[in-house]
């Protein structure tokens, strides 16, 4: 099977490389509004002249006439700015085939990055720690090398976020798909417990760690707030808060890699609820007609499932399953934490509080969300009525008492 994988690593520019790395991003930015501008305001000017729809084709074209035009978009890479215009043109295709909204421009500060084809790229190691990466007009810049990159590479992503500049290399692998015969375990995603297994184990979650900089960027807010607009200090604290809002981030999305990666190698099947986080995470504010209940402890709770990043869980356990020749199950989440896992009684009274689940029919006392685990993995490894009618009518044929 092949698969697609990318490699995440933070580069060490030069002054002059980065500021080049600032050029590429400011006109690939404007390459992208420019063509989203076009084809929302003169598509039917250029219909009725040229008797085509506004495209990826067309528009390149005149990507190659401005460069032409202006030196300062010459000397960015050609094949970035072609990025940008196949991203704009995505970006519409997937509006009109429904799956997305409608294309927004790009901002500064927000949307600072670009593309090269992985042709145009080579990198080597330096030594253990370090490599270089070879990019078109920009030259070799140095890397932090934190781990293999296997595969033939297919594009390199160049970004800018409240950390530093990063380099993204996306590589292209054959990966053979064993059979996996390891056991199944049901996952239940929670507040209390971020990640509970029916094995009664719960994952490791850095709670300590992002509270210490969540405290951390709550006190550089405050010092945003009293300092003057347009003064230093206020840049450099707004600087320090997305910092340390960048930590926070990789923080979770490392032990979401970790932990999804340790689930893939130890079990077969892993069964998780099919939540609506959107839904879930809304906010309960309401409208001045209509004000909403309970917004404060709604807002707290909205904090806490997008602090654990549930929806990333997911998405890192759906792929990394894929790979190993795993499965993940969705089950449906209704009654998964007020049903005894012993007994089988639904009833809501039951779960005194989101750490203690106490059965009033059978008398078992245990962690809710080991609890509803349990609850999870039987819902996701119980056969469909039809895959159980078929192996009851296999059986019957094989001892021969099939009608």
């Known amino acids: 099977m092949k698969t697609n994988r990318g490699y995440r690593f933070r580069l060490r520019p030069t002054e002059a490389q ?39 084709t067309s528009q390149a074209a005149e ?55 992985g042709r145009e790229v080579t990198f080597r190691r330096l030594n253990r720690s370090w490599g270089l990466v070879k990019l078109p007009k920009i030259g070799e810049v ?33 990966v053979e798909v064993l059979p996996n015969h390891r056991p199944a375990v049901g996952a239940d995603r929670g507040v209390t417990e971020p990640v509970a297994y029916s094995d009664g184990t719960f994952a490791l979650f ?48 490392h032990f979401n890699h970790v932990e999804t990666a340790r689930l893939a190698r130890t079990f077969g099947v892993v069964c998780l609820e099919a939540l609506r986080i959107g839904n879930m995470t809304a906010s309960a504010s309401g409208t001045v007609e209509e004000p909403g209940t309970n917004v404060a402890q709604k807002r707290g709770l909205n904090r806490s499932i997008l602090e654990i990043g549930w ?18 199950r969705l089950v449906h989440p209704a009654y998964t934490s007020t049903t005894c896992s012993c007994c089988g009684m639904n009833e809501k009274t039951n779960r005194k509080s989101q750490a203690v689940y106490e059965c009033a029919g059978c008398g078992s006392v245990m962690n809710a969300d080991t609890n509803a685990a349990t609850n999870i993995l039987r819902a996701g490894t ?22």
């Open 18 to 56: 980065a500021a080049l790395m600032e050029q590429h991003a400011r006109v690939c930015r404007m390459i992208y509004n420019l063509a989203v501008e076009q084809r929302r305001d003169h598509h039917r000017q250029f219909r009725r002249l040229t008797g085509k729809h506004l495209s990826y």
């Open 63 to 117: 990507l190659t006439a401005l460069r032409a035009e202006f030196d300062w978009i010459r000397e960015v890479t050609q094949t970035c700015q072609q990025q940008a215009l196949r991203d704009a043109d995505r970006a519409f295709r997937n509006f009109f085939s429904g799956i997305a909204a409608y294309p927004s421009f790009r901002k500064k500060g927000v949307n600072e990055s670009f593309r090269f084809q």
């Open 142 to 174: 140095r890397f932090r090398w934190t781990r293999d990159i296997p595969g033939r590479l297919k594009n390199v992503r160049i970004s800018l976020d409240p950390l530093g500049w990063h380099v993204s290399l996306t590589t292209e692998r054959e």
């Open 206 to 253: 850095p709670t300590e760690r992002i509270k210490t900089l969540d405290r951390k960027a709550s006190r550089a807010a405050q010092a945003v707030a009293r300092g003057k607009k347009g003064a230093n200090r206020r840049k450099v604290a707004k600087g320090r808060v997305a910092a340390l809002r960048a930590k926070i981030a990789r923080v979770r999305k």
């Open 311 to 328: 929806y990333q869980f997911h998405q890192f356990l759906a792929y990394k399953l894929t790979e190993a020749g795993g499965e993940l």
């Open 382 to 403: 119980r056969p469909s009525p039809k895959r159980a009618a078929a192996r009851r009518k296999s059986r019957l044929e094989a001892t021969g008492l099939a009608a």
